[in-house]
């Protein structure tokens, strides 16, 4: 009721009329619009009131005898049928119940006559009724703190990766699981101030769809501070899926794109050797006098082991000649393609199954061994071609007896772990550890060693153990993008 009405006296002394008439009447007097869209309550006839009130007591004796309801807002007499009143739940924003319920008031919108039911303080919303007309501009009014509500809420963001992998990657080596965490993972550790599993064999990575601490601060309220964002991968897509408050996505922008760079590609070769004792330390002695060596030598004792830089062409030249004259075996030629700073792992094993008896139960026990090679490559920029730092990790063992005869299986097994700068056309040599080789070997004379019982003597087994020394070659280079 506009604030002047308490003061004013109105009455209409004239015969009976249509109800429109009386309202157009009152709204000249009043100097307001009359808004009557209701043809048949316009028409209504109306008995003369000759009582002198104030103009609100005048509309509401008119409402209680015609049924209709009335309300005054930035200079308009709005009027309509009671049976057109409708409630409605208001999304009021950001903005408190009993906050919105002041703002109301003040720009003289708020009728308490209609009905205002605040409900819980984290709904932000409230219950209104009254006419179509009411409801209207309520919701105009607090319509843009509610639709800003709906855009600032929690939205679903999604950040397509171009090198990165979004999801995270498994690889099993030696019945271990290898983790390399994926740009998921990374965000969501991080963010929420855990650490990443990343690499660590046998250890369980972070659960798939976690989601961040509660801790995590949010601009926009206490609501928005215990808001916990959601993270995920899709991997199809090579995506990373955030559900979070849209203030947040130039973090989450900024952090995929300075973690989303190409990475160079690292090519290296392990060339496996066996080699007769004795020939290994010939062929480093006559190297090293041609000035052929490289940098890093460690290990000058005849049975320790050597970690050497030589020059690739000349090595390369040795080794075919050692090969031609049978003095050298090239056991293994594995090569891997893997990224600046990702693990590569080269495996080749055998496995075998021991039996192993109780009391009263028995059960077969898995071993592998054989030679495995756990490579990081670093790459490291400098004037001219780049050179590659090599974290190494190198496994290698056989089964020595197999306990056929009743007695204990053993294995062997021999570890070397190191790291190198290996330059443009250059390898690294690791080896001077030796190993066991036995060699059965049975000469017959044709035909006549298959005479019954005589034949034997035309026949000849030979066991031979023969020392070796067991080389490794590592050849690393960048490749292009």
């Known amino acids: 009721m506009p604030a002047a009405w308490k003061e004013t006296l109105y009455s209409y002394r004239s015969g009976a009329g249509t109800l429109g008439a ?18 048949r309550l316009a028409k209504a006839m109306v008995e003369p009131d000759p009582t002198a009130s104030n103009p609100a007591a005048y509309l509401d004796r008119m409402a209680t005898a015609q049924r209709f309801q009335w309300f005054v807002y930035n200079g308009t007499l709005y009027v309509s049928p009671a049976d057109a009143a409708v409630t409605e739940r208001l999304d009021l924003g950001a903005a408190s119940g009993t906050a919105a319920r002041q703002a109301l008031i003040g720009l003289g919108l708020f009728e308490e006559k209609f009905g205002w039911g605040e409900l819980d303080e984290n709904e932000a919303a409230a219950l209104v009724a009254g006419p179509p007309e009411y409801i209207a501009l309520l919701k105009g009014v607090l319509g843009k703190g509610a639709s800003e509500r709906v855009a600032d809420g929690p939205q679903l963001m999604v950040f397509r990766l171009k090198y990165a992998m979004a999801a995270d990657h498994e690889s099993v080596a030696r019945d271990h699981v290898v983790k390399q965490a994926g740009m998921a993972a990374l965000l969501r550790e991080m963010l929420a101030g855990h650490s990443v599993a990343s690499g660590a064999p046998g250890e369980p990575g972070p659960i798939a769809g976690a989601r961040l601490a509660p801790s995590v601060a949010v601009p926009g309220g206490a609501r928005r501070a215990s808001f916990t964002p959601t993270i995920e991968a899709y991997a199809p ?15 989450y922008q900024d952090l995929i794109a300075a973690l989303d760079v190409a990475v160079d590609q690292v090519e290296i070769l392990v060339t496996i050797v066996d080699a007769e004792s004795g020939t290994l330390r010939d062929w480093s002695a006559g190297l090293t006098l041609n000035g052929v060596g490289g940098g890093l030598q460690a290990g000058s004792a005849p049975d320790a082991p050597n970690i050497v830089l030589w020059s690739l062409n000349r090595l390369n030249l040795k080794l075919r000649a050692l090969e031609s004259e049978g003095a050298l075996q090239v056991v293994s030629r594995p090569s891997v ?8 792992v080269l495996d080749m094993s055998q496995s075998a199954y021991f039996k192993l008896v109780g009391e009263r139960t028995a059960e ?17 920029a400098g004037p001219g071609e780049p050179a590659i730092q090599v974290l190494l990790n190198i496994e290698d063992g056989k089964i020595t007896d197999t306990g056929a005869a009743g007695g204990t299986p053993q294995t062997q ?19 001077g550890y030796r190993r066991e ?9 044709p035909v006549l060693f298959r005479i019954p019982l005589l034949g034997r003597l035309f026949g ?3 066991n031979r ?4 020394e067991r080389l490794f070659i590592l050849t690393a280079r960048v490749l292009a993008r």
């Open 22 to 39: 009386r309202l157009e009447a009152l709204a000249r007097s009043t100097g307001l619009r009359l808004r009557l869209d209701n043809g």
């Open 237 to 251: 897509l090579n995506a990373v899926l955030v559900r979070d408050y849209p203030e947040r996505r130039a973090l």
């Open 337 to 344: 393609l893997t990224l600046d700073n990702v693990g590569a």
């Open 364 to 380: 077969l026990k898995g071993v592998t061994v054989g030679t495995m090679l756990q490579v990081t490559p670093r790459i490291v």
């Open 413 to 431: 097994r021999n570890a070397i772990s190191t790291q190198a700068v290996v330059r443009p056309n250059q390898a690294l040599v690791i080896g």
């Open 437 to 445: 080789q036995n060699e059965e070997r049975e000469s017959r004379v």
């Open 460 to 462: 000849a087994k030979k």
């Open 465 to 468: 153990t023969k020392q070796l």
